[in-house]
C-alpha cells in the first residue's frame, strides 16, 4: 500500500466530491463502507445504501474548498488513514455563503489488490475560546 498515493488519490475524490462528481468517491468506496457526516443522523452504512442515499439527493450549491492540509498514517500492510483537513465555502442559490473548518478521514484497507474506502467520517470543527485545551471551560 503506498501511502503518498493514497494521498494524492484522496485529495482528488475529496476535490470532485466538492464539485459535486460523486462517482469517484462512491466507485473508490468499500461495499461494507461507514460514512459518517457531519449533521445529525448522518450515519450510513453499505456502499449500496450510500449510493441510494446520494442518488436522491437533489440540490444547486456550489462548494470552494481551499487551504487543503493532507496526511496519511499507515496502519499495517493493508490499510491505512488518509486525513484532509480545509476551509469549505457552500454556496447557496441566492449566493449567500456558509463557511466551515471541516475534516475528512478515509479509512483504506486493500482486499486482493484493491484499495477501497472502508470509513469514510466527516466533521466540522467548532470554534472554542483560545483560553481553553480540550475541554470548554470558558463558555
Known amino acids: ?17 466538492y464539485n459535486n462528481e460523486i462517482d469517484s468517491f462512491l466507485n ?19 456502499r449500496k445504501a450510500l449510493v441510494d442515499a446520494f442518488s436522491q439527493e437533489e440540490h ?5 474548498l481551499s487551504d487543503l492540509k493532507v496526511f496519511s498514517i499507515g496502519l499495517t500492510e493493508c490499510s491505512c488513514e488518509v486525513i ?14 456558509g463557511r466551515a473548518d471541516q475534516r ?12 477501497k474506502i472502508k470509513l469514510c467520517h466527516i466533521s466540522n470543527a467548532i470554534k472554542y475560546d483560545e483560553r481553553d485545551r480540550i475541554y470548554p471551560v470558558h463558555y
Open 104 to 115: 475528512i478521514q478515509f479509512t483504506w484497507v486493500s482486499e486482493n489488490g484493491e484499495e
Open 1 to 17: 500500500m503506498e501511502y503518498r498515493v493514497l494521498e494524492t488519490r484522496s485529495a482528488d475524490i475529496l476535490t470532485k466530491y
Open 60 to 64: 444547486k450549491l456550489e462548494f470552494v
Open 84 to 97: 484532509m483537513f480545509f476551509i469549505l465555502d457552500t454556496i447557496w442559490p441566492d449566493s449567500s455563503v
Open 28 to 46: 473508490a468506496c468499500h461495499e461494507d463502507i461507514l460514512w459518517i457526516g457531519p449533521a445529525e443522523k448522518h450515519v450510513i452504512r453499505t
